[in-house]
C-alpha cells in the first residue's frame, strides 16, 4: 500500500462566461480543493482598495471617519493588483502612497454653488493612474450635455448644499479580503455538488396521472416535468434540486417508496462566481488557482524540509542556519 497514488487530475469546463460573472464545472477532484478554492476567491485574492484618506475640507453632512468608510467600499479596477507590493512589504517608500510599487494617489474636490443639490459621486475621483480608477468610471465617457442617467451617475459619496464642500486626498493599496471586505473582489462565490436523480420507472408507471401530476409539484423547484406526450416523468433540469427531500416525503407519503433515488457525486461540483468589477470573474478564478498553488508549493517545501531533519537530525537545522 505504500506506493498507492492518491494523485487526481481536477478537470473545469466552462458554462458561461461573462465580465462580472462566470459559472463552471470544477470535476475530477473532492470537496477540500472545491472549498479551498471559493475561500480564496473571496479572502485571499488581491484587490485595490482606498486606505487611506486625508480631508482637507469636509464641510458636508457626514463626518470624516463616515465619508473614509464610504470610499474604501468603492471598488477600483485591479488588474495590477497581482504584480503590485503589499505596503507593508515595500521597501522603496514609507507608505505614504507617493509610490508606484504600492500605492495609487486620488484626489476629490467639489464645491456646491447652486441652490440645486450636488451629488458627489465616484466619478469626481481624480486618480494619478488611468488603468486604476472605480469600476463604473471605466470607458465611461463624458455626456457634453450635462445630463447623465441615474445610472450612469456614479457611486454616491455624499450631497452637498449650497456653499458646502469636499477636499481630500485618498491612497489605495493593495490587500485581501482576509484583512477587510473591502478588498475582496466576490461578490458571490458558490458550488454546489452535481446531483444524480435515478426515476424508478417500474413504480412511476404504477401511479395515476393525477398521481404523477401530484408528485411532480411537490418539488418546489421545476426538477421534472410531465411529459404531454407519453405521459412520463422525466428529469429536465437536475441542478434546480436543492437536497430539500420534498420529492422523497412525498412519494413515502404516497406509499412508494424508492420511487426516486437521489445522490450528490462527490467529484463534481458546479461553481458560480460574481465579481464586484475589480478583476473580471475568470481573472479571479485564474489568480485564485495560482494562489493554491503557491500555498501547495509551500506546504511541500515544509514537507521535504521535514524528511531532511529526519535524515540529518541537527545538522540539517544548522545547514538552514538554525544553529546546533
Given at each position: 500500500m505504500?506506493?498507492?497514488?492518491?494523485?487526481?487530475?481536477?478537470?473545469?469546463?466552462?458554462?458561461?462566461?461573462?465580465d462580472?460573472?462566470?459559472?463552471?464545472?470544477?470535476?475530477?477532484?473532492?470537496?477540500?480543493?472545491?472549498?479551498?478554492?471559493?475561500?480564496?476567491?473571496?479572502?485571499?485574492?488581491p484587490?485595490?482598495?482606498i486606505?487611506?484618506?486625508?480631508?482637507?475640507?469636509?464641510?458636508?453632512?457626514?463626518?470624516?471617519?463616515f465619508?473614509?468608510?464610504?470610499?474604501?467600499?468603492?471598488?477600483l479596477?485591479?488588474?495590477?493588483?497581482?504584480?503590485?507590493?503589499?505596503?507593508?512589504?515595500?521597501?522603496?517608500?514609507?507608505?505614504?502612497?507617493?509610490?508606484?510599487?504600492?500605492?495609487?494617489?486620488?484626489?476629490?474636490?467639489?464645491?456646491?454653488?447652486?441652490?440645486?443639490?450636488?451629488?458627489?459621486?465616484?466619478?469626481?475621483?481624480?486618480?494619478?493612474?488611468?488603468?486604476?480608477?472605480?469600476?463604473?468610471?471605466?470607458g465611461?465617457?463624458?455626456?457634453?450635455?450635462?445630463?447623465?442617467?441615474?445610472?450612469?451617475?456614479?457611486?454616491?459619496?455624499?450631497?452637498?448644499?449650497?456653499?458646502?464642500?469636499?477636499?481630500?486626498?485618498?491612497?489605495?493599496?493593495?490587500?485581501?479580503?482576509?484583512?477587510?471586505?473591502?478588498?475582496?473582489?466576490?461578490?458571490?462565490?458558490?458550488?454546489?455538488?452535481?446531483?444524480?436523480?435515478?426515476?424508478?420507472?417500474?413504480?412511476?408507471?404504477?401511479?395515476?396521472?393525477?398521481?404523477?401530476?401530484?408528485?411532480?409539484?411537490s418539488?418546489?423547484?421545476?426538477?421534472?416535468?410531465?411529459?404531454?406526450?407519453?405521459?412520463?416523468?422525466?428529469?429536465?433540469?437536475?441542478?434546480?434540486?436543492?437536497?430539500?427531500?420534498?420529492?422523497?416525503?412525498?412519494?413515502?407519503?404516497?406509499?412508494?417508496?424508492?420511487?426516486?433515488?437521489?445522490?450528490?457525486?462527490?467529484?463534481?461540483?458546479?461553481?458560480?462566481?460574481?465579481?464586484?468589477?475589480?478583476?473580471?470573474?475568470?481573472?479571479?478564478?485564474?489568480?485564485?488557482?495560482?494562489?493554491?498553488?503557491?500555498?501547495?508549493?509551500?506546504?511541500?517545501?515544509?514537507?521535504?524540509?521535514?524528511?531532511a531533519?529526519?535524515?540529518?537530525?541537527?545538522?540539517?537545522?544548522?545547514?538552514?542556519?538554525?544553529?546546533?
Amino acid at each position: 500500500m505504500e506506493n498507492v497514488s492518491y494523485q487526481r487530475f481536477p478537470t473545469v469546463r466552462i458554462r458561461d462566461m461573462k465580465d462580472d460573472v462566470m459559472k463552471f464545472e470544477l470535476r475530477d477532484t473532492d470537496a477540500s480543493v472545491a472549498n479551498a478554492l471559493r475561500r480564496i476567491m473571496i479572502a485571499e485574492v488581491p484587490t485595490l482598495a482606498i486606505d487611506l484618506v486625508e480631508i482637507e475640507t469636509n464641510s458636508s453632512v457626514l463626518n470624516d471617519e463616515f465619508l473614509a468608510h464610504r470610499l474604501g467600499l468603492i471598488p477600483l479596477i485591479s488588474d495590477r493588483a497581482m504584480e503590485m507590493r503589499l505596503s507593508r512589504d515595500c521597501d522603496a517608500c514609507d507608505g505614504d502612497g507617493r509610490c508606484d510599487f504600492c500605492s495609487i494617489e486620488f484626489h476629490l474636490n467639489v464645491k456646491c454653488t447652486s441652490e440645486q443639490t450636488l451629488d458627489v459621486t465616484s466619478h469626481d475621483l481624480q486618480s494619478s493612474d488611468p488603468d486604476v480608477v472605480p469600476v463604473d468610471s471605466a470607458g465611461r465617457q463624458a455626456d457634453v450635455s450635462g445630463f447623465d442617467p441615474p445610472e450612469h451617475r456614479g457611486i454616491l459619496i455624499v450631497k452637498l448644499r449650497k456653499g458646502q464642500e469636499l477636499k481630500l486626498r485618498a491612497i489605495a493599496r493593495k490587500g485581501i479580503g482576509k484583512d477587510h471586505a473591502k478588498w475582496s473582489p466576490a461578490a458571490t462565490v458558490t458550488f454546489q455538488y452535481e446531483p444524480d436523480i435515478h426515476i424508478n420507472e417500474t413504480l412511476m408507471e404504477s401511479l395515476s396521472l393525477d398521481e404523477k401530476r401530484e408528485w411532480v409539484e411537490s418539488s418546489p423547484t421545476k426538477v421534472f416535468e410531465l411529459d404531454p406526450i407519453s405521459q412520463q416523468v422525466v428529469v429536465v433540469d437536475p441542478e434546480a434540486y436543492t437536497y430539500d427531500e420534498e420529492v422523497i416525503k412525498k412519494a413515502e407519503a404516497m406509499g412508494k417508496p424508492g420511487l426516486v433515488e437521489i445522490y450528490s457525486k462527490e467529484d463534481s461540483f458546479i461553481f458560480t462566481v460574481e465579481s464586484t468589477g475589480a478583476i473580471k470573474a475568470s481573472q479571479m478564478f485564474i489568480n485564485a488557482i495560482e494562489i493554491l498553488k503557491s500555498k501547495l508549493d509551500a506546504v511541500r517545501l515544509a514537507f521535504d524540509t521535514e524528511e531532511a531533519d529526519d535524515q540529518f537530525g541537527e545538522l540539517g537545522a544548522h545547514m538552514r542556519g538554525g544553529g546546533m
